[in-house]
């Protein structure tokens, strides 16, 4: 244990990160009980440490780059799965206040034993659909909504933006090749009251990622979300 907590604050601090020994637990804390819920439950297909720590923490982390994280933001991750990247903006960032919202009750479950057991605070776990949680007091009172559920943009822009508050933002955590996407999404972050801002790229190992940034610039008519499934199955063009 001692050798891959040290490795952990280590590759950290390459990436810029100066965390406490007790955030370096944490995460260590974190990636045993993903590792061990896995084995009952269908949580991620990525279980090696150092693909974890790359593709999941530091994945969830590098939002950083984009978005100034050190701001008391209340932020909403949607489609949160197996936590990502609500779990580790949160150890990372203490100051935030997060919601992570997830439509299998089992992951929801595993969650809030995760954030029980790390201690963390200014946290929930929400079992819900987008489109039933948006038309309640969540609608448009975030700071900030990411998402790193698979879907294209115009689908994550139908769920996310309604949650948004005018002058907030949207990030989409998506694979470096975006172009096609951004520009069928146009039509839908119009609508929606959302407009790009920008994509910035950056190099993970060998893979490239994209955070697309849409800035939320007036109100999201009450039509949108549409019913659930709609949205995924009729993306705004």
């Known amino acids: 244990m001692e050798d891959r907590l040290n490795e952990m604050s280590q590759k950290f601090i390459e990436e810029g990160f100066c965390f406490s020994e007790?955030?370096?637990?944490?995460?260590?804390?974190?990636?045993?009980?993903?590792?061990?819920?896995?084995?009952?439950?269908?949580?991620?297909?990525?279980?090696?440490?150092?693909?974890?720590?790359?593709?999941?923490?530091?994945?969830?982390?590098?939002?950083?780059?984009?978005?100034?994280l050190n701001a008391s933001?209340?932020?909403?991750?949607?489609?949160?799965?197996?936590?990502?990247?609500?779990?580790?903006?949160?150890?990372?960032?203490?100051?935030?206040?997060?919601?992570?919202?997830?439509?299998?009750?089992?992951?929801?479950?595993?969650?809030?034993?995760?954030?029980s057991e790390l201690n963390l605070k200014s946290i929930e776990a929400v079992h819900a659909r987008a489109e039933e949680m948006a038309n309640t007091s969540y609608r448009e009172k975030f700071d900030l909504c990411v998402s790193r559920a698979v879907a294209n943009l115009s689908t994550l822009e139908e769920y996310c933006l309604p949650f948004v508050k005018t002058g907030g933002k949207f990030v989409a955590y998506k694979s470096g090749n975006?172009?096609?996407?951004?520009?069928?999404?146009?039509?839908?972050?119009?609508?929606?009251?959302?407009r790009l801002k920008e994509v910035y790229k950056f190099d993970m190992g060998e893979n490239k990622r994209?955070?697309?940034i849409v800035e939320k610039i007036k109100t999201t008519p009450k039509r949108f979300p549409r019913k659930a499934g709609t949205p995924s199955k009729e993306p705004l063009r």
């Open 73 to 115: 933001l209340f932020v909403l991750d949607l489609g949160t799965g197996a936590g990502f990247p609500g779990i580790p903006l949160k150890i990372a960032f203490p100051e935030l206040k997060i919601v992570l919202m997830d439509s299998v009750k089992k992951k929801i479950s595993f969650l809030e034993e995760v954030i």
């Open 178 to 194: 975006i172009e096609k996407e951004k520009e069928e999404s146009e039509k839908a972050c119009n609508l929606l009251g959302g």
């Open 210 to 212: 994209s955070f697309v």
């Open 22 to 68: 007790y955030q370096v637990k944490q995460f260590h804390l974190f990636y045993e009980m993903l590792i061990e819920k896995n084995k009952v439950m269908n949580l991620t297909s990525i279980i090696e440490f150092d693909e974890v720590l790359e593709k999941h923490f530091l994945d969830s982390l590098f939002l950083n780059r984009a978005v100034d």
